[in-house]
């Protein structure tokens, strides 16, 4: 076939006689009743192709205005390419690519961020929705409330009408809808528990913090609805050679195409005062049971992935398949799920637990996917403290030792925070924290392994009450320490062998 670069370009005119993802939204930008921050490939793999399902289901103005963080990676292709891109679903059955057509307009935050404040305050726009990972919202997981400490929302509290956080931007974008009283919607959609409950309270806070008028406050309590949802669906990193996929499937270049699985799962609450699209007919889940959904994937899914990515890039693995592929890592995941996480969740009505878990290891064993375990270790400090400490202390509490979530904390600190003198690895060391340097300068001072984690857990990295349970700083320096003489290997044998114990 033509190379890719001698192919048309993805855009209006060619994307005629193309596969349509769902249905168009409508060409008027005015008309978007939608804003979207973080436009990544998660949003553009699920959020929006549910969006372009639901229209298909049933006509509205759900166009979306997407925001990216700094990047223009996505931005400039997707604005030359008249808002189109292709999702490439891999799946058993084959690989296939469908274009997508719901996005109509782009901002970058970094670079405009009152953008983002004229956005929400237009009454055209009735939902916003979030992919901006677990940091973007500014929680401190030392005190479970607005961070005040990091130099974001400092920053913001000093000058709050110019902000440039997301919980700055829609606390100031909230305020200046208020004037109209229109209401709005705010829709996250990150592995946050309770994300809806969340994003309200540091909203809520970061007003009370700049002392906002009480007509503000009131208009945000009264006519703003923050709903939980649950989102689920494994879309690894784009290469060069996806683009290369899509022109062979669609015979035209794509240059900002998504990869994902063909799982998609989307469970929200049915909260939306200014009206929303028709989502449930589109694939969403519409569900009063979104937190015991936020637990089966928080604790069956996201924290053994976890697990999988670090014990992974330690063995030297560079995907999450390559990596459930040794038994010895394979077991240690299951184990987990089944010994450690799920006597800890209180499941969904109807959910079949035992396929959603023979749902996850084919889903772990897809080649095609090529999930790059420094993907998923990466961020582990906004991410692991939705994950570990309340599993971990529902079995302290109870006398039981967590040694698989002992060693998945082990195992994080030994990929992104190594002791002195470990060489945890290629794959380790590409990981990237928004944390590392302060959780480095925070176990410079110390020799040992176990001191390494001792000082680390004691800082409150996942959660204070967890470190202030003596025997599970104690497992996890002990686990650290197998890791830097032994191997990763023989850690998780330990861990095994430890948690099977716990749990007879």
């Not at 009206?275 to 089966?296: F, L, N, T």
């Amino acid at each position: 076939m033509p190379s890719p670069d001698s192919l048309p370009t993805l855009g209006r005119a060619s994307a005629r006689r193309l596969p349509l993802l769902g249905a168009s939204a409508p060409q008027d930008p005015s008309r978007a009743g939608i804003i979207h921050l973080g436009l990544g490939a998660f949003h553009r793999a699920h959020g929006a192709v549910h969006t372009a399902r639901a229209l298909a289901a049933e006509e509205g103005d759900w166009g979306i205005i997407g925001f990216a963080n700094r990047s223009r990676s996505v931005v400039d292709p997707m604005r030359a390419q008249d808002g189109l891109y292709s999702v490439l679903e891999l799946a058993d059955t084959g690989t296939r690519a469908d274009v997508v057509d719901v996005h109509r307009g782009f901002g970058i935050m970094a670079e405009d961020p009152q953008a983002v404040v004229r956005e929400i305050a237009t009454a055209q726009r009735r939902i916003l929705t979030l992919t901006v990972s677990e940091g973007g919202y500014s929680v401190s997981p030392r005190t479970g409330h607005l961070d005040v400490d990091s130099a974001a929302i400092r920053r913001d509290l000093e000058d709050p009408a110019n902000p440039r956080s997301v919980i700055g931007l829609l606390a100031r974008g909230l305020a200046e809808r208020a004037a109209s009283g229109e209401p709005f919607t705010v829709l996250p959609c990150d592995n946050v528990s309770s994300a809806g409950q969340t994003a309200r309270q540091m909203v809520t806070e970061f007003l009370d913090h700049t002392s906002a008028p009480d007509d503000v406050l009131a208009y945000v309590r009264d006519q703003v609805a923050f709903p939980d949802a649950m989102v689920d669906r494994i879309v690894p990193a784009s290469t060069p050679g996806t683009s290369d996929q899509v022109a062979e499937l669609l015979g035209v270049r794509d240059d900002a195409p998504v990869r994902a699985e063909k799982f998609s799962m989307w469970v929200m609450e049915d909260h939306f005062p200014a009206g929303r699209p028709a989502w449930d007919r589109g694939g969403v889940i519409m569900s009063d049971e979104v937190s015991k959904y936020e637990q089966v994937k928080l604790r069956i899914l996201n924290g053994p992935h976890s697990l999988i990515a670090y014990l992974g890039a330690l063995d030297g693995r560079a995907t999450i398949p390559a990596s459930f592929e040794q038994d010895w890592i394979a077991e240690s995941t299951l184990a987990l799920i089944r010994d450690e996480n799920l006597p800890t969740i209180d499941l969904p009505s109807g959910l079949d637990a035992d396929g959603y878990i023979e749902d996850l290891t084919h889903r772990w064993h897809n080649h095609d996917l090529g999930h790059r375990t420094r993907q998923v270790g990466s961020d582990g400090s906004m991410r692991l403290p939705q994950r570990i400490p309340t599993p971990a202390l529902f079995h302290l509490e109870q006398g039981r030792m967590p040694a698989l979530l002992a060693l998945t904390v082990a195992a994080w600190f030994a990929c992104v925070v190594p002791p002195r003198g470990f060489e945890p690895g290629e794959q380790a060391r590409a990981m990237s924290d928004p944390d590392q340097a302060r959780l480095q300068e925070i176990a410079s001072r110390v020799d040992t392994p176990a001191q390494h984690a001792r000082a680390l857990l004691e800082s409150g990295c996942l959660s204070e009450q967890l470190a202030q349970h003596e025997d599970f700083v104690v497992a996890v320096g002990e686990l650290l320490t197998t890791i830097v003489t032994s191997g990763p290997r023989a850690a998780a044998a330990d861990a095994l062998a430890a948690s099977l114990k716990e749990n007879r």
